[in-house]
């Protein structure tokens, strides 16, 4: 009995999913014949520059590896094969895109760093000036301010009205989930020529950063609601049973055991509907005003923000307005950046 425990203990589980030593062999020699008949036929053929080496080596890796799982496992394995290739490629093709803009983004943009740029305005400077002179300081707060005002204005509205579209499915829900999917197709300068046109010419208030923060708002709000409601829609119905049969009312249902469930899912929605507005140019060329200063006043007086800046320096055709917007570019990756890693820490803390 001893001698068959100790044999039982030494076997050591099969796990046929993972890929053994010859598996692994295998493909490294399949990409090794394809890189080879790639540089062939790129060479030999009309084919050329990077794009083609990509989709003639993605092709032919494909096929050849999709025949050598013919060989050894038979059809299912060379479906298999294929499948996954083709899902692999997508993905690939997806993150291309991406991988591209980063690149350049960063590339271009850290050429116009210097010792003043995140600590000086453009008050004694021009676009058209040396790079070393100047600064984005008043973008960049302009930007934070804006973007955190139309947070305080949307985020609220929207997760409101999710939760009236889920929980509370009124009479009115019909129409309120209309006018959402309406809003979800209005062109941004849309929002910002209506801004104008109802606020800027009908009152006394002139562009500043509340003004840019409304005509942002109305394009947040869609997005944040939208997906509250699929994350509140992910929240089991037998959370919210056992909250009613513990004598508590719907709303504090809502409140104490809903909303703390779907926390993590309603900062997602937050940081799309911010990754929404962070980058719009056009509502804020009719609302903020132009101003070359710092301005922390976001109520009264003119503004600035980076999409602006960047598209105001890229209007100035010269080498050093085209670094600056890039410059510009960057930052504002950055500042986004920051905005998500700080929601999704708060995001992650426990309730006490």
Do not use: C
């Not at 050591?12 to 790639?38: C, E, F, N």
């Not at 692999?88 to 116009?112: D, H, Q």
């Not at 409101?160 to 979800?184: D, H, P």
Request: aromatic content about 8%; proline content about 4%.
């Amino acid at each position: 009995m001893a001698t068959n425990a100790t044999v039982v203990s030494a076997m050591k589980p099969t796990m046929p999913w993972q890929p053994t030593r010859g598996d692994r062999a295998r493909s490294v020699i399949r990409l090794l014949i394809s890189a080879l008949l790639t540089y062939g036929i790129v060479a030999l053929t009309p084919l050329k520059g990077k794009l083609a080496y990509f989709f003639v080596f993605i092709a032919l890796s494909t096929f050849i590896t999709a025949v050598d799982k013919f060989r050894a496992g038979g059809k299912k394995a060379a479906q298999d094969s294929f499948v996954s290739a083709l899902a692999l490629t997508a993905g690939v093709i997806v993150f291309l895109p991406v991988a591209s803009i980063l690149f350049t983004t960063v590339s271009r943009g850290v050429k116009g760093f210097h010792k003043t740029l995140l600590t000086d305005t453009m008050a004694k400077a021009s676009i058209t000036d040396p790079i070393s002179m100047g600064g984005i300081l008043h973008a960049i707060v302009g930007t934070i301010m804006i973007v955190l005002l139309a947070s305080i204005i949307s985020v609220p509205l929207s997760i409101m009205t999710a939760l009236y579209l889920t929980e509370i499915k009124g009479r009115a829900s019909g129409f309120i989930q209309f006018l959402v999917q309406a809003m979800s197709g209005i062109p941004s300068i849309v929002a910002g020529i209506f801004i104008y046109a109802a606020i800027l010419v009908n009152t006394a208030l002139r562009g500043s950063a509340i003004i840019g923060a409304l005509a942002l708002a109305i394009l947040m709000i869609p997005t944040v609601t939208r997906t509250s409601q699929e994350v509140l829609r992910l929240i089991p119905n037998d959370l919210r049973e056992a909250g009613l049969a513990l004598g508590a009312t719907q709303w504090k249902t809502v409140a104490t055991i809903v909303l703390p469930a779907a926390r993590s899912g309603l900062v997602t929605a937050f940081i799309l509907g911010v990754a929404r507005i962070a980058g719009e140019t056009a509502p804020l060329l009719f609302t903020i005003g132009a101003a070359d200063t710092l301005n922390l006043n976001p109520i009264n007086g003119a503004n600035s923000a980076l999409p602006y800046y960047t598209w105001r320096t890229l209007t100035g055709g010269t080498p050093e307005s085209m670094q600056r917007a890039w410059t510009a570019i960057l930052v504002l990756l950055i500042v986004v950046l920051a905005l998500f890693i700080t929601a999704r820490s708060i995001s992650r803390r426990r309730i006490s």
